[in-house]
């Protein structure tokens, strides 16, 4: 076990720690996003309804669900000590800013703060609330489930929320801009042959999937006023 507390303790381990835990969180997201879409279906809620009810009670998916915030947590607190390292190391800044590197290489710090604190509120809203029982409840075919509609569609009415999500979904698309190519380089996945087509959809991923999740806010905005 000693090999993998030095791994996990060198700044070449914490840097593998970072690219599979953003790796994992990758694939969260497109998950999350999929199941958040059912919001769009028009049906009142039922479907979205029926996937809160069965993501909120499955207990593999609870299980999933905890390890995501563990992976979420060593993600922060790795970035914050090879972040802190890196200043160590050098106390002084460059003169010159190193133009080959893009605005949100230079700035994922800035970035991942702004997730985190959009992640804070997100759980506050909406996770808090349905793990304490302080959301109303529906029936749909004869099962009762929590009425997570009903809460969505009252949070995202409100134009400083919409506003919120929006702003944050850009900053996760700048984090993913540069963190989605940087994970597979770390991992050593950048062989020329195949690693063009890794950074196009790094980029492409970074688009699409926060402006998916951006849509919905401002779709439910526009649909409930």
């Known amino acids: 076990m000693n090999w993998l507390l030095n791994a996990l303790t060198s700044t070449i381990g914490r840097k593998i720690l970072m690219a599979l835990t953003g790796i994992f969180l990758i694939l969260f997201l497109v998950v999350h996003l999929a199941g958040n879409l059912q919001l769009l279906k028009g049906d009142g ?28 947590l060593t993600h ?45 509120f997100h759980l506050q809203a909406f996770y808090f609330p349905a793990k304490t029982g302080r959301l109303s409840e529906v029936t749909i075919d004869g099962v009762i489930v929590e009425n997570m509609y009903e809460a969505t569609v009252a949070a995202f009415t409100q134009w400083w929320i919409v506003l919120l999500y929006v702003v944050s979904m850009v900053g996760l698309g700048f984090h993913l801009w540069h963190g989605f190519q940087s994970a597979f380089r770390t991992l050593g996945i950048d062989h020329p042959k195949y690693f063009p087509f890794i950074k196009w959809f790094g980029k492409a991923f970074s688009i699409l999937i926060p402006l998916g999740f951006a849509i919905i806010p401002v779709y439910m905005f526009v649909t409930h006023q």
């Open 45 to 72: 809620g039922v479907s979205f309804n029926l996937y809160s009810e069965f993501m909120g009670h499955n207990p593999l998916i609870q299980t999933i669900s905890i390890a995501n915030f563990a992976l979420i």
């Open 76 to 120: 922060i607190v790795v970035s914050l000590v090879l972040t802190q390292r890196n200043r160590k190391a050098r106390p002084v800044q460059y003169a010159f800013v190193d133009n080959s590197s893009t605005w949100s290489s230079r700035n994922m710090g800035i970035l991942g703060t702004i997730i985190l604190l959009f992640l804070v």
